[in-house]
Protein backbone atom coordinates (compact mmCIF):
# COMPACT_ATOMS: atom_id res chain seq x y z
CA UNK A 1 0.00 0.00 0.00
CA UNK A 2 1.32 3.26 -1.25
CA UNK A 3 1.15 5.77 2.15
CA UNK A 4 -0.45 9.63 0.95
CA UNK A 5 -1.57 10.50 3.95
CA UNK A 6 -4.16 13.82 4.38
CA UNK A 7 -1.90 15.53 1.95
CA UNK A 8 -3.45 13.79 -0.95
CA UNK A 9 -6.90 12.80 0.55
CA UNK A 10 -7.46 15.70 2.42
CA UNK A 11 -8.73 16.24 6.27
CA UNK A 12 -12.29 15.68 5.38
CA UNK A 13 -11.67 12.33 3.88
CA UNK A 14 -10.16 11.15 7.19
CA UNK A 15 -12.72 12.09 9.21
CA UNK A 16 -15.15 10.51 7.05
CA UNK A 17 -13.56 7.31 7.69
CA UNK A 18 -12.58 7.35 11.29
CA UNK A 19 -16.39 8.41 11.56
CA UNK A 20 -17.62 5.32 9.35
CA UNK A 21 -15.18 2.80 11.38
CA UNK A 22 -16.76 4.43 15.15
CA UNK A 23 -20.15 3.64 14.06
CA UNK A 24 -19.47 0.08 11.77
CA UNK A 25 -16.29 -1.07 13.06
CA UNK A 26 -17.02 -5.55 13.51
CA UNK A 27 -18.78 -5.32 9.92
CA UNK A 28 -17.89 -6.56 6.22
CA UNK A 29 -15.52 -4.17 4.54
CA UNK A 30 -14.44 -2.62 7.54
CA UNK A 31 -10.56 -3.33 6.52
CA UNK A 32 -11.06 -1.16 3.19
CA UNK A 33 -11.91 1.78 5.74
CA UNK A 34 -9.25 1.12 7.77
CA UNK A 35 -6.63 1.09 5.33
CA UNK A 36 -8.37 4.20 3.79
CA UNK A 37 -8.26 6.09 7.14
CA UNK A 38 -4.89 5.18 7.57
CA UNK A 39 -3.41 6.37 3.42
CA UNK A 40 -5.31 9.72 4.73
CA UNK A 41 -4.01 9.92 8.45
CA UNK A 42 -2.26 12.88 8.63
CA UNK A 43 0.78 11.46 10.52
CA UNK A 44 2.61 8.01 11.44
CA UNK A 45 1.54 8.63 15.20
CA UNK A 46 -2.21 9.12 14.15
CA UNK A 47 -1.99 5.46 11.95
CA UNK A 48 -0.47 4.09 15.04
CA UNK A 49 -3.66 5.10 17.32
CA UNK A 50 -6.07 3.74 14.34
CA UNK A 51 -4.40 0.59 14.38
CA UNK A 52 -4.19 0.47 17.93
CA UNK A 53 -7.88 0.84 18.53
CA UNK A 54 -9.68 -0.53 15.39
CA UNK A 55 -7.15 -3.85 14.64
CA UNK A 56 -8.82 -5.73 17.21
CA UNK A 57 -12.06 -4.96 16.08
CA UNK A 58 -12.24 -5.88 12.76
CA UNK A 59 -14.70 -8.78 12.07
CA UNK A 60 -12.63 -11.10 9.95
CA UNK A 61 -9.66 -13.18 11.98
CA UNK A 62 -7.78 -12.65 8.31
CA UNK A 63 -8.72 -8.65 8.15
CA UNK A 64 -7.37 -8.21 11.53
CA UNK A 65 -4.37 -10.12 10.23
CA UNK A 66 -4.21 -7.52 7.47
CA UNK A 67 -4.16 -5.00 9.67
CA UNK A 68 -1.26 -5.96 12.48
CA UNK A 69 0.96 -6.39 8.83
CA UNK A 70 0.02 -3.28 7.64
CA UNK A 71 0.89 -1.85 10.79
CA UNK A 72 4.20 -3.95 11.00
CA UNK A 73 5.27 -2.67 7.47
CA UNK A 74 4.92 0.98 8.46
CA UNK A 75 6.72 0.41 12.51
CA UNK A 76 9.64 -1.34 9.89
CA UNK A 77 9.78 1.33 7.79
CA UNK A 78 10.44 3.54 10.56
CA UNK A 79 13.44 1.03 11.80
CA UNK A 80 12.06 -0.43 15.06
CA UNK A 81 12.72 -4.17 13.55
CA UNK A 82 11.92 -5.31 17.10
CA UNK A 83 8.40 -3.50 17.53
CA UNK A 84 7.80 -4.69 14.07
CA UNK A 85 8.68 -8.37 14.66
CA UNK A 86 6.60 -8.35 17.29
CA UNK A 87 3.46 -6.87 15.27
CA UNK A 88 4.34 -9.39 12.25
CA UNK A 89 3.83 -12.48 14.99
CA UNK A 90 0.68 -10.83 16.44
CA UNK A 91 -1.05 -10.79 12.51
CA UNK A 92 0.15 -14.46 12.25
CA UNK A 93 -1.49 -15.28 15.29
CA UNK A 94 -4.75 -13.75 14.26
CA UNK A 95 -5.26 -16.15 11.12
CA UNK A 96 -2.43 -18.61 11.19
CA UNK A 97 -4.00 -20.74 8.83
CA UNK A 98 -4.47 -18.03 5.99
CA UNK A 99 -2.06 -16.75 3.47
CA UNK A 100 -1.46 -13.32 5.17
CA UNK A 101 -1.11 -14.74 8.09
CA UNK A 102 1.88 -17.47 7.27
CA UNK A 103 3.28 -13.97 4.84
CA UNK A 104 3.29 -12.50 8.41
CA UNK A 105 5.07 -15.14 9.65
CA UNK A 106 7.98 -15.11 7.48
CA UNK A 107 8.21 -11.53 7.58
CA UNK A 108 8.91 -11.82 11.48
CA UNK A 109 11.21 -15.02 10.31
CA UNK A 110 13.06 -12.44 8.17
CA UNK A 111 13.68 -9.80 11.04
CA UNK A 112 14.74 -12.79 13.48
CA UNK A 113 17.21 -13.90 10.72
CA UNK A 114 18.24 -10.60 10.46
CA UNK A 115 19.17 -10.30 14.36
CA UNK A 116 21.18 -13.24 14.01
CA UNK A 117 18.35 -15.97 15.75
CA UNK A 118 18.77 -18.42 13.23
CA UNK A 119 17.00 -20.66 15.62
CA UNK A 120 13.82 -18.81 15.58
CA UNK A 121 13.95 -17.98 12.17
CA UNK A 122 13.98 -21.88 11.12
CA UNK A 123 11.05 -22.68 13.85
CA UNK A 124 9.10 -20.36 11.89
CA UNK A 125 9.80 -21.46 8.35
CA UNK A 126 8.95 -24.88 9.36
CA UNK A 127 6.05 -23.54 10.65
CA UNK A 128 5.09 -22.11 7.26
CA UNK A 129 5.83 -25.11 5.67
CA UNK A 130 4.38 -27.62 7.63
CA UNK A 131 1.38 -25.45 7.00
CA UNK A 132 1.35 -24.72 3.61
CA UNK A 133 2.37 -27.30 1.74
CA UNK A 134 2.74 -27.57 -1.83
CA UNK A 135 0.48 -24.54 -2.40
CA UNK A 136 1.10 -22.54 -4.95
CA UNK A 137 -0.67 -19.52 -6.53
CA UNK A 138 -0.30 -15.78 -8.55
CA UNK A 139 2.14 -14.59 -5.64
CA UNK A 140 4.33 -17.54 -5.76
CA UNK A 141 4.62 -20.24 -3.15
CA UNK A 142 4.87 -20.34 0.70
CA UNK A 143 6.61 -23.44 0.71
CA UNK A 144 9.42 -22.35 -1.17
CA UNK A 145 9.61 -19.00 0.37
CA UNK A 146 9.94 -21.22 3.95
CA UNK A 147 12.78 -23.32 2.31
CA UNK A 148 14.66 -20.02 1.53
CA UNK A 149 14.49 -18.91 4.92
CA UNK A 150 15.30 -22.33 5.94
CA UNK A 151 18.10 -22.61 4.11
CA UNK A 152 19.44 -19.06 4.98
CA UNK A 153 19.07 -20.30 9.10
CA UNK A 154 20.69 -23.22 8.27
CA UNK A 155 23.79 -21.07 6.75
CA UNK A 156 23.79 -19.07 9.81
CA UNK A 157 24.07 -21.99 12.09
CA UNK A 158 26.59 -23.05 10.16
CA UNK A 159 24.83 -25.49 8.50
CA UNK A 160 25.82 -24.65 4.90
CA UNK A 161 25.90 -28.18 3.08
CA UNK A 162 22.47 -29.08 5.24
CA UNK A 163 21.19 -25.91 3.52
CA UNK A 164 22.14 -26.64 -0.04
CA UNK A 165 21.24 -30.43 0.33
CA UNK A 166 17.74 -29.01 0.86
CA UNK A 167 17.40 -26.49 -2.20
CA UNK A 168 18.41 -29.73 -4.71
CA UNK A 169 16.16 -31.84 -3.08
CA UNK A 170 13.45 -28.91 -3.50
CA UNK A 171 14.99 -28.37 -7.35
CA UNK A 172 14.36 -32.21 -8.06
CA UNK A 173 10.54 -31.70 -7.22
CA UNK A 174 9.58 -28.93 -8.80
CA UNK A 175 10.07 -27.41 -12.18
CA UNK A 176 9.86 -23.92 -11.64
CA UNK A 177 11.33 -22.20 -9.01
CA UNK A 178 11.84 -18.45 -8.13
CA UNK A 179 14.93 -16.48 -9.72
CA UNK A 180 15.68 -15.48 -5.56
CA UNK A 181 15.71 -19.52 -4.67
CA UNK A 182 18.36 -20.56 -7.56
CA UNK A 183 20.20 -17.61 -6.92
CA UNK A 184 21.02 -18.38 -3.08
CA UNK A 185 21.44 -22.42 -4.06
CA UNK A 186 24.50 -20.81 -6.53
CA UNK A 187 25.36 -18.82 -4.47
CA UNK A 188 25.90 -21.96 -2.02
CA UNK A 189 27.35 -23.86 -4.81
CA UNK A 190 30.27 -21.64 -4.86
CA UNK A 191 30.81 -21.18 -1.14
CA UNK A 192 31.07 -25.38 -0.99
CA UNK A 193 33.13 -25.20 -4.08
CA UNK A 194 30.78 -26.75 -7.17
CA UNK A 195 32.32 -25.19 -9.53
CA UNK A 196 30.15 -26.98 -12.33
CA UNK A 197 26.81 -26.60 -10.64
CA UNK A 198 27.65 -22.78 -9.59
CA UNK A 199 28.12 -22.38 -13.69
CA UNK A 200 24.68 -24.05 -14.33
CA UNK A 201 22.90 -22.31 -11.81
CA UNK A 202 23.95 -18.89 -13.31
CA UNK A 203 23.49 -19.79 -16.62
CA UNK A 204 19.74 -20.99 -15.75
CA UNK A 205 19.00 -17.27 -14.27
CA UNK A 206 20.71 -15.33 -17.17
CA UNK A 207 18.71 -18.04 -19.53
CA UNK A 208 15.05 -17.80 -17.78
CA UNK A 209 15.53 -14.72 -15.02
CA UNK A 210 16.66 -11.93 -17.70
CA UNK A 211 16.95 -8.45 -16.79
CA UNK A 212 15.90 -9.31 -13.25
CA UNK A 213 18.01 -8.57 -10.47
CA UNK A 214 19.35 -11.63 -9.34
CA UNK A 215 20.82 -12.28 -13.27
CA UNK A 216 22.51 -8.81 -12.71
CA UNK A 217 23.96 -10.12 -9.15
CA UNK A 218 24.55 -13.12 -10.61
CA UNK A 219 26.84 -11.21 -13.71
CA UNK A 220 28.68 -9.78 -10.98
CA UNK A 221 29.76 -12.67 -8.76
CA UNK A 222 32.93 -13.47 -11.44
CA UNK A 223 32.94 -16.93 -10.74
CA UNK A 224 34.34 -15.45 -6.89
CA UNK A 225 34.04 -17.74 -3.89
CA UNK A 226 32.67 -14.75 -1.40
CA UNK A 227 29.15 -14.43 -0.04
CA UNK A 228 27.52 -12.61 -3.14
CA UNK A 229 24.08 -12.81 -1.83
CA UNK A 230 23.32 -10.79 1.71
CA UNK A 231 20.46 -11.83 3.79
CA UNK A 232 17.51 -9.54 3.39
CA UNK A 233 18.02 -5.98 4.52
CA UNK A 234 15.23 -4.56 6.48
CA UNK A 235 13.15 -1.84 4.35
CA UNK A 236 14.49 0.95 6.68
CA UNK A 237 17.74 -0.38 5.72
CA UNK A 238 17.80 -0.24 2.45
CA UNK A 239 16.26 3.33 2.17
CA UNK A 240 18.97 4.77 5.02
CA UNK A 241 21.20 5.59 2.03
CA UNK A 242 23.95 4.72 4.93
CA UNK A 243 24.29 1.60 6.80
CA UNK A 244 25.51 -0.04 10.02
CA UNK A 245 28.77 -1.29 8.74
CA UNK A 246 30.27 -4.81 9.58
CA UNK A 247 31.22 -5.41 12.63
CA UNK A 248 34.09 -7.49 14.91
CA UNK A 249 33.45 -8.83 18.09
CA UNK A 250 34.82 -5.66 19.37
CA UNK A 251 32.13 -3.95 17.70
CA UNK A 252 34.87 -2.18 15.33
CA UNK A 253 34.57 -2.29 11.29
CA UNK A 254 36.57 -4.22 8.99
CA UNK A 255 39.34 -1.29 8.69
CA UNK A 256 39.60 -1.65 12.79
CA UNK A 257 38.50 1.63 13.19
CA UNK A 258 35.17 2.52 15.52
CA UNK A 259 32.91 3.93 12.96
CA UNK A 260 31.00 7.62 13.34
CA UNK A 261 27.73 8.18 13.53
CA UNK A 262 26.54 10.87 11.27
CA UNK A 263 22.52 11.25 12.35
CA UNK A 264 19.43 8.95 13.05
CA UNK A 265 16.76 8.60 10.67
CA UNK A 266 13.36 8.65 11.94
CA UNK A 267 11.22 7.66 8.23
CA UNK A 268 11.27 7.13 4.89
CA UNK A 269 8.47 8.33 2.27
CA UNK A 270 8.05 7.61 -1.23
CA UNK A 271 5.87 11.00 -0.77
CA UNK A 272 8.35 14.10 -0.09
CA UNK A 273 5.26 16.41 1.70
CA UNK A 274 4.87 13.10 4.25
CA UNK A 275 8.16 13.44 4.92
CA UNK A 276 8.09 17.50 5.26
CA UNK A 277 5.12 16.79 7.84
CA UNK A 278 7.71 14.19 10.09
CA UNK A 279 10.49 17.39 10.00
CA UNK A 280 7.46 20.08 10.99
CA UNK A 281 6.80 17.79 13.80
CA UNK A 282 10.61 17.17 15.29
CA UNK A 283 11.16 20.76 14.35
CA UNK A 284 8.13 21.14 16.77
CA UNK A 285 9.55 18.65 18.82
CA UNK A 286 13.31 21.06 19.42
CA UNK A 287 14.89 18.76 16.89
CA UNK A 288 15.50 22.01 14.56
CA UNK A 289 18.14 20.72 12.86
CA UNK A 290 15.65 18.01 11.20
CA UNK A 291 15.95 17.82 7.00
CA UNK A 292 14.37 15.91 4.10
CA UNK A 293 16.71 13.87 2.03
CA UNK A 294 16.24 12.48 -0.99
CA UNK A 295 17.09 8.95 -2.60
CA UNK A 296 17.09 6.84 -4.73
CA UNK A 297 16.76 2.63 -4.95
CA UNK A 298 16.34 1.43 -8.48
CA UNK A 299 14.05 3.62 -10.76
CA UNK A 300 12.10 4.77 -6.98
CA UNK A 301 12.84 8.41 -5.02
CA UNK A 302 12.39 8.02 -1.31
CA UNK A 303 12.72 10.86 0.72
CA UNK A 304 14.65 10.22 4.20
CA UNK A 305 13.62 12.04 7.81
CA UNK A 306 17.06 12.85 8.82
CA UNK A 307 18.85 14.19 12.22
CA UNK A 308 21.99 15.10 12.19
CA UNK A 309 24.44 14.52 15.06
CA UNK A 310 27.09 17.28 14.89
CA UNK A 311 30.79 15.98 14.26
CA UNK A 312 31.39 16.87 17.83
CA UNK A 313 28.91 14.69 19.01
CA UNK A 314 29.60 11.83 16.35
CA UNK A 315 30.51 9.05 19.50
CA UNK A 316 27.50 5.98 19.65
CA UNK A 317 26.62 7.63 23.68
CA UNK A 318 24.85 10.96 22.48
CA UNK A 319 23.62 9.36 19.28
CA UNK A 320 21.79 6.79 21.75
CA UNK A 321 20.59 9.57 23.91
CA UNK A 322 18.95 10.93 20.68
CA UNK A 323 17.22 7.88 19.88
CA UNK A 324 16.41 7.45 22.95
CA UNK A 325 14.96 11.22 23.27
CA UNK A 326 13.02 10.94 19.75
CA UNK A 327 11.56 7.56 21.25
CA UNK A 328 9.96 9.31 24.29
CA UNK A 329 8.72 11.73 21.78
CA UNK A 330 6.45 9.62 19.76
CA UNK A 331 9.34 8.58 17.14
CA UNK A 332 11.50 5.88 16.13
CA UNK A 333 14.72 6.37 15.26
CA UNK A 334 18.01 4.42 13.95
CA UNK A 335 21.43 5.09 13.59
CA UNK A 336 23.46 5.71 10.57
CA UNK A 337 27.43 5.80 9.61
CA UNK A 338 29.32 7.48 7.51
CA UNK A 339 31.43 3.51 7.77
CA UNK A 340 35.20 6.11 8.53
CA UNK A 341 36.63 6.36 12.22
CA UNK A 342 36.48 9.22 14.33
Known amino acids: MALTFAVAHGAG ?14 SDGDFERLEAAVEAAPNLRVVD ?4 KFGNRLARPEDRSRAYRLHAELIELRGNTDEAERRYREAFEQAPESRVGLEALLAAG ?26 QDEAGS ?18 KGEAYSALEAYHE ?13 AELAARLGHDERRAELVKRISDEFSGSPEARLAAKSS ?21 APQRGVNGEDETGAQPRVVGVQTGSFSVKENAEYMVRD ?12 ERSVGDSRYYQVFV ?19 KELGFEGFLLFDGGGD
Do not use: M
Open 110 to 135: DLALERGDYNEALDDAETVSGAAGSR
Open 223 to 243: GSSEPWVELRPSPAGVFSGLS
Open 49 to 52: DLIE
Open 142 to 159: LAEAALLLSARSQVGLGR
Open 173 to 185: QHAIELPKTVLYK
Open 282 to 293: LREEGFSEAEVR
Open 13 to 26: AFSSHLDWLERNVG
Open 308 to 326: PVSSSQGHRSEAQRVVVEL
